[in-house]
């Protein structure tokens, strides 16, 4: 099996008087990325790219699937279109909450616990993966029978029953 490569995300100081020329020939950057480097002084390195910090050992699928489950109860399960896909959003916060396992023991501080970073993490991996659903089946028409409630007009009503729908 193949490690899977580290990226992560680092800020990186510039030598005061280099030339933009200079720094996009040693770090490896366009012109106008060297330029907006020489004027900040800095660059971070990898910051486009989705950060991958794996830790097999500070990963438990035991706690990750109940925490993915958890978060989809608390933010989607009143989103009809997210109820369709519970099954792979689901599996997309897991995928993310392995993928950042290294990330969230370094979040962790006396302020915030694992946990809380994992919430975080499970979360916006859902809504990216809804989002970008969306974004990709926009013109679909099984996706506009099942969105037609989101995508009409966007109005909400508030129900004493469901709370916020989309009417």
Known sequence: MDPVPEVRREK???QPGMSTAEIAKTYGLSMDQAY?????GFFVKNYSK???????????EAVCYPLAKTVFGKNFKRNPLAQSLYDDMIQEAVTRLFELSGRTKEMANGKYSEKYAGFWIAHNAMLA????????????TSFED????????RKK???????????
């Open 12 to 14: 990186v100081f510039l």
């Open 36 to 40: 907006a480097a020489k004027v900040k």
């Open 50 to 60: 989705k950060q991958i910090i794996i830790d097999r050992e500070n990963f438990n």
């Open 129 to 140: 993966f809804l989002k970008s659903w969306e974004k990709q089946n926009k013109w679909c």
């Open 146 to 153: 099942e969105a037609s409630p989101i995508l009409r007009d």
């Open 157 to 167: 009503a508030w129900s004493p029953e469901w709370g916020w729908m989309y009417v």
